[in-house]
């Protein structure tokens, strides 16, 4: 019976080593190339959405410009408002459109994820506590994101017993 052989050649090693040495020196340069190729294929998306978007507002401002063109005729308030307020109704389909949403707040319980207090109120009302009173600024999010924090009135219960303490 013939064993085996248990260690390997000198130059059978060596030829090993050599073969894993250009496995390694392949894939660095794959990744590399992907990398590249992933980095130009980001900036060409970014560029092609900032595109899409900059044609979208060009469509926005051809509205105004119609818009600011009926207005020098108008003779009346009640048609500059009502231009005013079809510009306002495209500017809000766009956003719409693009997934924004304005956040609640009026009437709300004050979130700090999604609103910014600008202003307390005290208010002899415990249930009105951290409830908003004003909408200072509108907030917007775009899907889970809040893209703008609603800017916000909040009351704040304050009991008789604090004041007469104070």
Do not use: C, W
Not at 3 to 22: F, G, I, Q, R, T
Not at 98 to 114: C, N, T, Y
């Amino acid at each position: 019976m013939e064993e085996a052989p248990v260690e390997e050649s000198a130059e059978e090693l060596a030829k090993k080593a050599e073969d894993y040495h250009d496995q390694i020196v392949r894939l660095q340069a794959e990744f590399s190339n992907f990398r590249k190729r992933a980095e130009k294929e980001k900036a060409e998306a970014i560029r092609f959405g900032r595109e899409a978007m900059l044609e979208r507002m060009i469509g926005l401002t051809d509205v105004m410009e119609s818009a600011l063109h009926h207005s020098k005729n108008a003779t009346d308030v009640a048609s500059l408002m009502q231009g005013f307020e079809m510009v306002l109704a495209e500017f809000s389909r766009f956003l719409k459109s693009e997934g924004v949403q304005e956040i609640k707040a009026k009437g709300e319980v004050f979130d700090p994820h999604l609103h910014e207090a600008v202003e307390q109120v005290e208010t002899a009302q415990e249930n009105e506590n951290d409830i908003v009173l004003e909408e200072i600024q509108k907030g917007y999010t775009a899907g889970e994101r809040v893209i703008r924090h609603a800017k916000v009135k909040v009351a704040k219960f304050k009991n008789k017993e604090e004041n007469n303490k104070e």
